[in-house]
Antibody, heavy 120, light 108 residues
């Protein structure tokens, strides 16, 4: 059974940093792309970033490019999202999702999400 | 950047009725790169379709996906109580892998 468990969310001041983690199980982690998606309170889904199975290829939304970094530790079955220079508008529930074998992929399994609140 | 526009924003229907949800892209999207998701209140999204019309595991047969080019449709036959939710389309062919803004299907 595929399981994705996010952690690392919390309250942070504008300009601060957080690192989110997503622990995966139930599939061959190194073979699949992983994705981060966020959802601001009462709003829709926003795709943030994707990383290939090997970790060698990444893409970002313009809204986070240069501030967020996605990475993947295949020895720990964990994907990370390093978030720097946080803004109030980054406040959201952050979901990690499992992708397919190629980077152009949909999200076939989702975690429950972790809440990030950016506030003075 | 491809922008997806979903319509209508809200659909008010009764259980047993049918629903037709639209997703229009600002430029052509290959159908192999179009997905639909369902999000119930307080829950994470759930994949319904990928490749525009291929059901994900567990997607009931009353749901169907279709379309090509810039116009895609999610159809729900005979709404069940658990189908009242928000539905999102997503393209994953070109970065950024954008979502539409969602269509809420609510109980009339």
């Amino acid at each position: 059974e595929v399981q994705l468990v996010e952690s690392g969310g919390g309250l942070v001041q504008p300009g601060g940093s957080l690192r989110l983690s997503c622990a995966a199980s139930g599939f061959s982690f190194s073979d699949y792309a992983m994705i981060w998606v966020r959802q601001a309170p009462g709003k829709g889904l926003e795709w943030i970033s994707v990383i290939s199975g090997s970790g060698g290829t990444t893409y970002y939304a313009d809204s986070v490019k240069g501030r967020f970094t996605i990475s993947k530790d295949n020895s720990k079955n964990t994907v990370y999202l390093q978030m720097n220079s946080l803004r109030v508008e980054d406040t959201a529930v952050y979901y990690c999702a499992k992708g397919g074998a190629i980077i152009r992929t949909f999200c076939d399994y989702w975690g429950l999400g972790t809440l990030v609140t950016v506030s003075p | 950047e491809i922008v997806l526009t979903q319509s209508p924003g809200t659909l008010s229907l009764s259980p047993g009725e049918g629903a037709t949800l639209s997703c229009r892209a600002s430029q052509k999207v290959s159908s192999i790169y179009l997905a639909w998701y369902q999000q119930r209140p307080g829950q994470a999204p759930r994949l319904l379709f990928y490749g525009a019309s291929t059901r994900a595991t567990g997607t009931p047969v009353r749901f169907s996906g279709s379309g090509s080019g810039t116009d895609y449709t999610l159809t729900i036959n005979r709404l069940e109580p658990e189908d009242f939710a928000v539905y999102y389309c997503q393209q994953y062919g070109d970065s950024p892998w954008a979502f539409g803004q969602g269509t809420k299907v609510e109980i009339k």
